[in-house]
């Protein structure tokens, strides 16, 4: 059995507050700069990476002098605060040694169910895949709790997954992979290798009793591979310690729990795009575009169309329909309605003279854009 990760070429990668940190003392800067080092070689072997850290609350204790983890929410969020400082600060250093950049981005669930501001997160996030920078991500914990009450990055790693439609989710734990029952109970247990990732015996596997449902326990694991490969991403669930975890996996070894998504990987991440957003308008191209549409791999360019209707907005999905009313295609739009008015017919160069400023030479990216 080959690992799935060895064909997969756009990966996110979730490690834990219990990976980052060095049991109640901060940060583990040898295990970050284990990380970068993996990363590096990972960006070696032609792959691209995103990495989801959590790391700042640990941190931020340690940098305030705090030796018991407080219970309120709002002094976790402000340790949060303070320690995403030295959490970034070290990741910085670390990628910096082996000539990589790194990207702070700091999210929410919200940001990524808002249209708009779901179109710009993922925009930013291929722009700096493109500069081969390496995204750090971590919850935007000053507006939102959820990692902080729940252990919930392992959702966040998912909709990130999601969002850049990776090939790949990798959650690194403190645990080896999924087992059949609770190993620390059951001599019986034994490792999943492989399963389809939204198996509903996972679910049950993941959330027997005495299962740590709470704090990113497996359950949260299992569904976040669910939420991925609704994408068509696979996820695979290793132990972080495990020797060169990362670049083994890469190379083809399967470590831990891969959960792929199935058969019909590449039909679920063009049918995740049709169906994420509601249409909200249309867009009449001409035969040109229709015809280089069709050929696959090629985005919609404002030149190409005809007429547009509907009002929507940047970051909606529009309708595309040939001359004779014909729907071809769905995608994500880079400009709304009134901005696709002025600049239909147009060549991409005249936007900026057109609308005083440039988003996209584009007005459907072709990573945004699903044949019908
Ligand atoms: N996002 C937070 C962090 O990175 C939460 C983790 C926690 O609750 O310990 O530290």
């Known amino acids: 059995m080959e690992s799935i990760l060895a064909k997969s070429k756009r990966l996110v990668v979730k490690v834990g507050s219990s990976l980052v940190t060095n ?56 340790a949060a605060a303070v320690g995403q400082m030295g959490l970034v600060q070290v990741y910085e250093t670390c990628f910096r040694k082996h000539g990589l950049h790194t990207a702070q981005i700091l999210l929410t669930h919200d940001d990524l169910a808002d ?24 919850e935007n914990d000053t507006v939102v709790t959820d990692e902080i009450r729940f252990g919930d990055n392992d959702t966040l790693g998912a909709l990130v997954t999601n969002l850049i439609e990776a090939d790949a989710l990798v959650i690194l734990t403190d645990q080896k992979g999924l087992f059949s029952a609770d190993p620390r109970k059951d001599p019986s247990a034994v490792l999943i290798a492989e399963a389809i990732a939204g198996d509903p015996e996972l679910e049950k596997m993941a959330g027997g009793a005495g299962s740590d449902i709470g704090r990113g326990g497996m359950l949260t694991k299992i569904l976040a591979a669910k939420r991925a490969a609704r994408s068509g991403a696979h ?27 199935g058969q019909m990987s590449t039909a679920a991440r063009k049918q995740w795009l049709a169906d994420h957003l509601q249409v ?55 400009y709304g309605a009134e901005e696709a008015q002025k600049i239909l017919r147009h060549p991409s160069a005249e936007i900026e ?9 584009e007005m459907i990216h072709r990573d945004n854009l699903a044949l019908l």
């Open 23 to 78: 049991s109640g003392a901060g940060l583990d800067h040898e295990a970050i700069a284990n990380w970068a080092q993996q990363i590096a070689r990972l960006k070696e072997m032609g792959r691209e990476v995103v990495l989801v850290s959590s790391g700042a609350v640990a941190e931020g204790m340690l940098r305030l002098g705090w030796k018991k983890r407080p219970h309120a929410v709002h002094e976790l969020q402000a």
């Open 115 to 138: 249209r708009k501001r779901y179109l710009n997160a993922r925009t930013t996030l291929r722009t700096l895949l493109e500069l081969n920078v390496i995204p750090i991500i971590n």
């Open 280 to 334: 909200r308008g249309t867009l009449t191209l001409d035969d040109g575009a229709v015809r280089v549409l069709r050929e696959g791999g090629k985005s919609l360019l404002p030149i190409g169309i005809t007429a547009c209707a509907g009002n929507f907005g940047r970051g909606e999905v529009v309708t595309c329909l040939d001359g004779q009313g014909r729907e071809i295609a769905r995608g994500l739009v880079n």
């Open 353 to 361: 003279t057109i609308l005083g400023y440039v988003d996209e030479p």
């Open 235 to 261: 996820t695979i669930i290793a132990w972080g310690r495990e020797e060169q975890a990362l670049v083994r996996l890469a190379e083809g070894v399967p470590i831990g729990t891969q959960l792929s998504a």
